[in-house]
Structures are given as structure tokens and as C-alpha cells.
């Protein structure tokens, strides 16, 4: 949801003066890692805003639109017709569409499944949706809905594929905890973590009359669920609650890894500030004991957007990538400079924020831009067989040195203009792919082996002793400068201890990468050759 503010021009002069200067000092080094994206498969029809979950080949869509940005009057804000009324199955094969109607089930468990802007979580076989906007039926209006629903993951993608009653793999329970929506539900070991959003009543119109109320959480509330497949509770309910920082929706909170190596959460965007409407700037990072406010200010991908979270286990970094949607400021690669613009534009911008091991937070726009103006409200669907943490964090040193696929970005709103120009529900589902940076991974993963060229540089031959502390299967393989592969060995099987083995390199003069892989991480060495 979207509301525009014109501010006077001097306001809007001091900021574009105050963010160029903070573009030539914030923006600075990049992910150990870039992304490339391309078309994957086209949708029988776009969605944004939804609920989504995984079952292998298969995922199972909930809730959300199928048309553009909501109008800014009464009259054309959240249509009904243009709910999602079905559950999807999409199989991510060939891209092929299944569904099942709504209509089948009682009007109270299926209008909170028709809601936009749900918060959910999946956790082992269970999607978990909380709250959401839309038409309630039996109150004949609009409303943000109080419930909890759990879903059987693969028992409704299977009754939807055989087309069998829905009903049966539906629970829900209501709590007023629960009457939320545009915030995001998280989960940090056994607690969830239920951040920010709003309870939004009556129909949608720019500016604020009557037709509404809205009412902003200004809290993250911490809870546990209780669920034995049959019944559903919800207990311990702690609050933590900020009415200034803590009062945000439409934004993007972030699975984190940290230096500890432990679960982590970082609030990142939303709207919008009590003084101005415009997004928040200052990161948060959600622990145990509640969120602390950064002082750092995030200029870009303010709004909620498909994201990717990577941490290196090595330097200690974590990095989260956010994908277009729609940003404070917009930014134009050609002269490396952004411009604030008050109505907070679609962009095709890509961003990372970068957090030290010594908890700074750094800021960086990729080169790579979305192909338009995409991924507002899209989401990010991960590839399961990357190594990744139990939160989904991806592990930068086990990532494969070629590129690799990432996930798939889905959905979210595709704009023809910045501001309010027409727009639809994206219908492209695009393919991510990352490739880390060789020179970035020279440093052993914690698999307890390590590696050592000599001599270096070298002639005509190297000798490379391996030590490690258990066994492992070794392959390595030397690249050109360019990329490009010039030499590989065959796999073999090393025992605990101490070893050397001899390569020929027989290469021209120039310098090259060893990339090592064992059977539980990769690691690289510089290698520079000089002619007899």
C-alpha cells in the first residue's frame, strides 16, 4: 500500500545534495559473488502479494493478486475479482498451472485464503499464513483477518493434483494477536517472530477519509506454535514494542548468520515514517531479547521484494541482495548516482547490505539491473539443494564455483512507469543465477583442510600439500584469468594427515586459480606462472 506526499522543493534539493555525497562514500565494494537473471517459464497468470511453500518439483501459491498495484480511491482499491480465489499448484518443470477453487469451502476459512499481503512461514510440513487483507463475506466488508491457517504442504499439493477435497489438509484458529497484515512472520531456533505490519480496516483511498481506519502494530511479537497434526496452539507471547522505529509495513525482514554462528534477523525498508511518507532508512536487527535500531541508512530497495541471504563463513560476512521492487531513491549506473524521488518509484535497481563481523553495516548496488520494473511484492524461491543453514541462508564456501542456480524470482508487480503508471501482476517467473568471485574464496571453509602451492610463482611443475584433519574426497581443477578451465584432475580419496602430489602445469605465462573442492567445501589459491 502506497501513499504519495509532495514535500517542498528545498527539502527535496537538500536530500538529492545530501545522497550524492553519500553515494561516493556508502556504495563500495561488492559481493564476494555476482547474479545474472533470465527467463525461466511463463505463469498462466501473474500474482503478487501471496503465500507460497515447497514440495520438491512442486509449489503450492496461497492467497495474494492477480492484478497491478491497488488504485489510490475507493472505487478502484483491491477489487474483489481480482483476489486470488484458488489454491496453485505450479510445477516448476515445465511451469505448468494446476488449481483448486475456493468456492468449495465455508466463507470464514476461505476469505482469510483470498487475503493479500499474509505473513507466513514454513516450518517442516507446514505453511503457517497469519492475518492478511480483503473481503470478509460474512461481514460484508473489508478487513485485515485475525487467523492462524496450517496447511499440509504435500497432502494439498497432492489433492490439488488429483484434484481431491481441499478442505481436509485446512486448520486454522483465531487470536487477535493475529490481525495483521504487510508485516512478515520469522522464526529465530523454536520462536516465531511475528514483525510489524498493520491492521487495516475498510476500503483503501488516498488521502485517509472515513472509508478507513488503519492501525500500525508498531511491535515484533515473539511466540511459540504448538502443533501435533491435529490441533493447533499458540502460547508465550512476548512484546516488543517501539511506537517511533517499530512502526513499519511493506518491508523485508532477512534470515541472518552471525559471527557466533548463530540465527539472526535484519529489518530492512518499510513504510512509512510518522514525520514524512516516506520508508524507513535505518536497518533493525531482531535477536531474543527484541530489535535494535542500526545507525546506518540504507538508500536503496526499500519495499518488500524477492531477497536472497548469503553469509561466508571465512570473513565472517553476511549479505542479503535485494531485487528491484520499489526504493526511495533511484539509481542510474551510467554516473553512479541516485535521486530521491518523494512518490518512492519502481525501480530496477539491485542492492546489498553487507554486515562486518564487527557488525557494521555497509551498502552496495549490484552492476546487474532487473530486467524492468519487477520485484515489488515478488518472492524469492530457493533452490533446495544449495548448502544452505537450517533459516535458509545460503553457504557462500560451499556454493560450486561455476555458476550455479540460486532459485527463481516469481510473481510481484510489473510497472510500466516509476511513479503511478499502469501496472500488472508479473507473470514471468526468471531464473537466478550466482557465481562467486574466485578471488574471494582463497580462504578455507571450516571442513578442517587446507591447501598450499609451492613453489609460487612457478615453472613447469607445483607440488600441492593437503592436510586435513579427516577424510575426504579431493578435485581440482586451474583457471585462466579469464574463467576459463585449462587443467583438471581426476577425484581421489585422501586420508587424515599430511599429503603431496605433483602437477604439471605446462601453462604460458600469466596468472591462474587452483580451485580445491572436497566433498565439503571449495576453496581457491592464486597461482602465478613465468616461462623458463
Request: charged share 10%; aromatic share 12%; with cysteine.
Amino acid at each position: 500500500m502506497i501513499v504519495s506526499l509532495k514535500i517542498k522543493n528545498t527539502f527535496l534539493l537538500l536530500l538529492i545534495f545530501l545522497v550524492t555525497d553519500k553515494l561516493n562514500a556508502q556504495f563500495g565494494q561488492q559481493p564476494p559473488y555476482t547474479i545474472s537473471i533470465e527467463p525461466a517459464g511463463r505463469l498462466a497468470q501473474g500474482f503478487h502479494s501471496f503465500a507460497f511453500a515447497q514440495d520438491n518439483n512442486f509449489l503450492l501459491l496461497i492467497g495474494g493478486r492477480t492484478n497491478g498495484l491497488h488504485g489510490m480511491s475507493s472505487n478502484d482499491g483491491f477489487p474483489v475479482q481480482y483476489a486470488n480465489n484458488d489454491i496453485i499448484v505450479i510445477d516448476t518443470t515445465s511451469w505448468q498451472q494446476f488449481s483448486s477453487s475456493l468456492n468449495v469451502l465455508p466463507y470464514n476459512i476461505a476469505d482469510p485464503l483470498r487475503s493479500t499481503n499474509m505473513l507466513y512461514y514454513v516450518s517442516g510440513n507446514y505453511l503457517y499464513m497469519i492475518g492478511g487483507y480483503g473481503w470478509d463475506s460474512i461481514q460484508n466488508r473489508f478487513v485485515t483477518f485475525n487467523t492462524l491457517t496450517a496447511i499440509h504442504i504435500n497432502d494439498m499439493v497432492n489433492a490439488v493434483l488429483s484434484n481431491n477435497p481441499i478442505q481436509p489438509h485446512i486448520r486454522q484458529i483465531t487470536d487477535t494477536n493475529f490481525t495483521v497484515c504487510g508485516g512478515e512472520l520469522k522464526k529465530i531456533y523454536n520462536d516465531y517472530y511475528l514483525c510489524y505490519g498493520h491492521n487495516f480496516e475498510g476500503r483503501y483511498t488516498d488521502p485517509p477519509t472515513p472509508l478507513f481506519t488503519q492501525l500500525y502494530n508498531n511491535e515484533i511479537k515473539k511466540f511459540n506454535i504448538t502443533d501435533n497434526g491435529v490441533s493447533i496452539s499458540v502460547s508465550n507471547f512476548s512484546y516488543f514494542i517501539d511506537t517511533n522505529e517499530f512502526h513499519r509495513r511493506d518491508l523485508n525482514v532477512c534470515p541472518t548468520i552471525t559471527p557466533q554462528n548463530q540465527q539472526g534477523l535484519v529489518t530492512l525498508g518499510g513504510v512509512f515514517r510518522k514525520d514524512y511518507n516516506l520508508p524507513f532508512l535505518n536497518p533493525i536487527q531482531i535477536a531474543p531479547t527484541g530489535g535494535t535500531v542500526i545507525n546506518f541508512q540504507q538508500l536503496m530497495n526499500h519495499y518488500t521484494c524477492a531477497n536472497i541471504s548469503v553469509y561466508d563463513s571465512a570473513t565472517q560476512k553476511m549479505y542479503v541482495t535485494l531485487l528491484g521492487g520499489i526504493s526511495m531513491y533511484d539509481y542510474n549506473p551510467q554516473n553512479n548516482t541516485a535521486v530521491l524521488d518523494s512518490l518512492v518509484p519502481f525501480v530496477s535497481d539491485i542492492s546489498t547490505i553487507t554486515i562486518n563481523a564487527n557488525g557494521q553495516f555497509g551498502e552496495s548496488v549490484m552492476p546487474l539491473q532487473m530486467p524492468g520494473l519487477l520485484g515489488s511484492n515478488a518472492a524469492f524461491i530457493p533452490n533446495l539443494n544449495l548448502m544452505s543453514y537450517q533459516n535458509g541462508v545460503i553457504k557462500f564456501r560451499q556454493l560450486p564455483s561455476q555458476p550455479t542456480l540460486a532459485g527463481y524470482i516469481l510473481g510481484g508487480i510489473r510497472a510500466t512507469g516509476t511513479n503511478l503508471f499502469p501496472s500488472t501482476a508479473n507473470d514471468t517467473v526468471y531464473r537466478l543465477i550466482i557465481t562467486p568471485d574466485l578471488l574471494s574464496s582463497n580462504v578455507n571453509d571450516e571442513n578442517n583442510t587446507s591447501f598450499t602451492i609451492f613453489p609460487n610463482p612457478a615453472q613447469n611443475q607445483i607440488n600441492i600439500s593437503i592436510s586435513s584433519s579427516k577424510q575426504c574426497v579431493l578435485k581440482y581443477a586451474v583457471f585462466n584469468a579469464s574463467g576459463e578451465k585449462v587443467l583438471e584432475s581426476d577425484s581421489e580419496s585422501f586420508s587424515a594427515g599430511n599429503h603431496i602430489r605433483k602437477l604439471n602445469t605446462e601453462l604460458s605465462s600469466g596468472v591462474y586459480f587452483i580451485e580445491f573442492k572436497t566433498n565439503t567445501s571449495v576453496s581457491v589459491k592464486k597461482l602465478i606462472v613465468v616461462s623458463q
